[in-house]
């Protein structure tokens, strides 16, 4: 394994910060569209959320196998919300 310097770890922990400093300021701009705030806030977790698992659990430096042993788990639930999503409006439309 890769050895993570101070200095990277500082840039991905600035990144971080500025995520969330977006995510608690995307909610103060007046006459947002609802839907847009919660595409954008719900993007900028999951950009947040890879961010953390890359750097900070150090799967950027681990096998391929490891990596989607990691991924497929954290992408059922994600997958299982557009299907509900997408079941909830079709019931809507008809």
Do not use: Q
Not at 11 to 34: A, D, M, R, S
Not at 41 to 54: D, E, F, Q, R, S
Not at 60 to 88: D, F, H, N, Q, R
């Amino acid at each position: 394994m890769a050895h993570v310097d101070r200095k990277h770890s500082l840039l991905v922990w600035g990144y971080l910060l500025l995520l969330t400093l977006l995510e608690v300021g995307i909610v103060y701009i007046p006459g947002i569209n609802p839907s847009l705030m919660i595409i954008g806030l719900t993007a900028m977790a999951c950009v947040k959320a890879g961010l953390v698992c890359i750097y900070f659990m150090h799967l950027k430096w681990e096998t391929s196998g490891l990596k989607w042993t990691i991924l497929i788990p954290m992408l059922t639930p994600a997958v299982y919300a557009v299907v509900l999503v997408l079941e909830a409006a079709y019931r809507l439309i008809t």
